[in-house]
């Protein structure tokens, strides 16, 4: 089974390209499933379920995000396996820049939207650094030209990667888009690879719960801004 | 030539800075702003702790390697397709099967306009064009490009690159001055000739009715004069071969100069529309009908001819138009 992870920030398209490119796939007699990595809550489900895409959907709840996925992706893996997908997506929303679910050799995909300020893609981090295709939604409301500085400043963190338009609402640009799906990677379990980028580090007394705010309560790693007098 | 990593070896921050601008925005990126730049990058990382490090998850040989992908990725102008003289359209099947039977070939400064029905497969068609199709996607049609098939690697290298998009839908949404914003855009083509800001410019105004300036916000420019801007931006700085238009109709811009302004720069132009003027303007115009190109029209010169008595109407509208914006009264036309 293939394994691709989809991530991006909050409402960039990811489903809407997902939900296409599995149109392109079922018409080639492949068998793709989702799995969702959401925070606090998701409407995702029901939309992959009306496109009849086997769907899972898990909450990393006030467990950081990054360290979510890394913990499930091997039995989200198993559960694709069982359900004898001939792919498995994994979608999840970028919460912090710092987060990336990408891992080596496993096609990586980071979506991210013109709307979200020309200057975004330099600030986004490891998760579309590392991404073997960006995938850039919304085109079709801002100018040719403003989607090409897009387009130069995602070059400008990312230089390797292909860069893809797509339209997530008429699935223009899904097609190449699939054939790159259908040319990742087969494995059989992620045991033993390895993550492209170090997760966040987060073991403080605010990981397990403390709510005051003072010195007296943090415990633990905790990181101090230095302000100018 | 020295290979970037020789350079980045011998060459001080500041004396790559020179050769290479864009080299500043690097340092940015990976928010080291305050290296010091008469050292090279190497001796410079020395003086950054290792705490930074650490806390963005970066080794000192990654940034070298990287700092020199980044000088190879802006050297090259990858983001170029040159070299298309021509497509061809050969015909697949409509949504019931039937045969499309055409092979239609669009050479470099022609203009072909498509036409039918809303929801008849306009954007179908031009999805074809965008991904170069290999009788591989449901229309079962293939382009060709300069005549010949296109490999799979090709297509890959060519994505996103060859076909340049304006639509009645598209807004400026970037926050700057029509001057800073093609400067911008001048950047990040890598532009050596500064001329063509001000030919944009230029040109953009002669296209819109009503004039603009340098210092405008992008985001305050009304609608025909936003068409006018990208119109312009794309014949001049835009260096895809293919031009789709999607309805201009009403934006209230010099329309048949607009389109023979992408043909004259060498384009590839296909107008999507139901404007007389601009279907009559183009060479030949694409039927399409319940999925499939119905059949390809070349304009007659009857139909040329009407283009005279079109354009009167046209001019007759804008004049009425312009009367009511400067609170004239309409007397009766002809
Ligand atoms: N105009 C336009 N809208 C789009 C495009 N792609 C997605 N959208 C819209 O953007 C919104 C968010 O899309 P989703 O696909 O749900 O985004 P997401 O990244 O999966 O969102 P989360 O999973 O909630 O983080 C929806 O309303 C889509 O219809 C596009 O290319 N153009
Ligand atoms: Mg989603």
């Known amino acids: ?62 467990v950081c995000p990054d360290h979510f996925f890394i913990s499930n992706i091997e039995e ?62 919304k085109g079709d409301i801002v100018s040719q030209a403003e989607r090409e500085v897009f387009k130069f400043n995602i070059r400008q963190v990312n230089g390797k ?15 190449m888009l699939s054939k790159h799906f259908e040319n990742a990677l087969d494995i059989d379990t992620l045991n033993d690879m390895r993550l492209r980028f170090t997760t966040p580090a987060s073991i403080c007394s605010y990981c397990t719960g403390e709510t005051r705010i003072g010195p007296a309560y943090q415990m633990g790693m905790m990181k101090k801004m230095e302000f100018k007098k | 030539m020295k290979t970037k990593k020789e350079l980045i070896r011998t060459e001080t921050i500041d004396e790559i800075i020179e050769n290479y601008p864009i080299a500043k925005d690097f340092f ?4 080291l702003t305050d290296l010091p730049k008469n050292k090279t990058l190497e001796e410079a990382l020395m003086t950054v702790s290792d705490v930074y490090f650490e806390e963005f998850g970066m080794e000192r040989h990654w940034i070298l390697y990287q700092f020199a992908l980044f000088l190879d990725t802006f050297d090259q102008s990858s983001e170029t397709v040159s070299g298309i003289d021509s497509i061809t359209i050969c015909g697949g099947h409509d949504k019931s099967g ?58 890959f290298e060519t994505e996103g690159k060859l076909v340049a998009q304006l639509s009645q839908n598209m807004n400026f949404v970037m926050d700057l001055s029509v001057k800073e914003f093609l400067e911008m855009h001048a950047r990040s083509r890598f532009t050596k000739d500064p001329s063509v800001i001000t030919t944009c410019f230029e040109c953009a105004n002669d296209l ?29 700085m835009s260096t895809s071969p293919i031009v789709l238009i999607d309805e201009i109709e009403n934006a209230g811009i010099d329309r048949k100069r607009a389109i023979k302004l992408l043909a004259r720069n060498e384009k590839i132009t296909l ?5 007389p003027l601009l279907a009559l303007s183009a060479d030949k115009r694409i039927v399409i009908k319940n999925g499939g190109i119905h059949k390809v029209i070349t304009t007659t010169d ?24 400067n609170g004239q009264l309409i007397y009766p036309i002809g």
């Not at chain 1, 001939?86 to 050799?105: F, T, V």
């Not at chain 2, 039977?101 to 954007?123: A, C, H, W």
């Not at chain 2, 001819?305 to 009367?323: C, F, I």
Request: overall charge negative; proline content about 3%.
């Open chain 1, 1 to 62: 089974m293939k394994l691709i992870t989809v991530a991006g920030p909050p409402s960039s398209g990811k489903t809407s390209v997902i939900i296409n490119v599995i149109e392109h796939l079922k018409l080639r007699g492949l068998n793709a499933g989702v799995v969702k990595f959401d925070c606090l809550t998701s409407f995702d489900q029901e939309r992959y379920s009306e496109n009849h895409i086997p769907v899972e959907v898990g909450f990393s709840g006030k």
């Open chain 1, 76 to 137: 989200a893996l198993m559960w694709g396996r069982g359900s004898e997908f001939d792919l498995l997506i994994s979608e999840s929303a970028g919460l912090c820049n710092r987060c990336s679910p990408h891992i080596k050799d496993i096609l990586s995909i980071c979506v991210i939207d013109n709307l979200s300020g020309v200057n975004t893609p330099r600030k986004i981090g490891p998760m579309l650094k590392f991404a073997d295709i960006v995938v850039v939604t």
């Open chain 1, 161 to 175: 990667a292909r860069i893809i338009s797509v339209n997530g609402i008429t699935g223009q640009g899904t097609f």
């Open chain 2, 28 to 31: 940015m990126n990976i928010n």
């Open chain 2, 98 to 155: 039937n045969p499309e039977n055409i092979d239609l070939v669009i050479s470099k400064g022609e203009i072909i306009s498509i036409v039918g029905p809303t929801g008849s497969g306009k954007s179908r068609l031009l999805g074809d064009i965008e991904c170069v199709a290999q009788n591989d996607t449901p229309t079962g049609r293939t382009i060709l490009i300069n005549g010949e098939i296109v490999s799979d690697d090709e297509r």
């Open chain 2, 208 to 236: 819109a009715g009503e004039k603009f300036s340098f210092h405008t916000k992008l985001t305050q420019l009304s609608g025909g004069q936003s068409r006018a801007l990208m119109i312009a931006d794309t014949a001049f």
């Open chain 2, 271 to 275: 107008i999507s529309t139901h404007d």
């Open chain 2, 302 to 325: 009857i139909e040329k001819e009407s283009l005279y008595s079109v354009e009167k109407l046209d001019q007759t509208l804008l004049t009425l138009r312009n009367q009511l914006r």
